[in-house]
């Protein structure tokens, strides 16, 4: 008989935290925003702060020792081997126009393994999780990657940096074009995290994404191997603990996107 997972009190804690986390930034989602520029399309608002306040404070008291790394704060540095990656807000500018396709991504390491990732989308009611070696799921349901086979078939989703104004050092277009003209179709929601989420769920076939931070993929890289997905660097390398490329999908649309992609770069 499978053994219980090793971290489920841990997961219990955040689980509780990303939703009361979603609670706070839903009660003032229809008020006016507070918005500034980290640069010339990168928004942080005062709901990305507060969300991040209370997602660091409730760790920090529970767990003084361990460290974190959120998008706004930066390192807060424990002493232990255990490592929260906080994304307070995964699509600030959806969420500062008011649409509903953001969310709160929160993960977990011990020894640089994720045990855990959760990703909220309280706007659409959406929580999705999943535990090491224990699957992915969507509001509790088993979910797993689709079985599209080819490119020609697949459903893809894709972003574009913050840098996209102000150099071409980390360009999407070409691929963008590339995969709108020989994909099903191309999506541009505006939040990694729920765009992994999304592949995960069999929604999306395949995931692209040029110059991410670790708070943006680090708990949706996990729900999609979870889910019976592959996820790498544009290398096909594990994913770094720092800025990288992702490509994530089912197993055979991997290996064709990783192909197309390593030919065009």
Known sequence: ?????????????????????????????????????????????????????????????????????????????????????????????????????FCISIGYKVANQTQFGLIYAPAIQQLYYAKHQFGAYRNHQPIQVSKTETIQDAFLTTGFPYTLHSTEEHNNMPLFSYFSSHALAVRRLGSAALDLCYVADGIFDGYWEVSLQPWDFVAGELLVKEAGGKVSSFSGEEVPMSKSSIIASNQPVFLQMKEIIQRLC
């Open 1 to 101: 008989m499978k053994q219980p997972f090793i971290f489920e009190t841990t997961f219990q804690f955040g689980l509780e935290w990303i939703k009361e986390a979603g609670n706070l930034i839903m009660s003032v989602f229809e008020h006016p925003r507070n918005i500034e520029k980290k640069g010339v399309i990168d928004l942080v608002t005062d709901a990305d702060k507060a969300s991040e306040s209370l997602l660091i404070n409730r760790i920090l008291d529970k767990f003084p020792k361990h460290s974190i790394l959120s998008e706004e704060a930066g390192y807060t540095t424990g002493s232990s081997e255990h490592q929260w990656i906080i994304d307070p807000i995964d699509g600030t500018t959806n969420y500062s126009r008011k649409l509903p396709f």
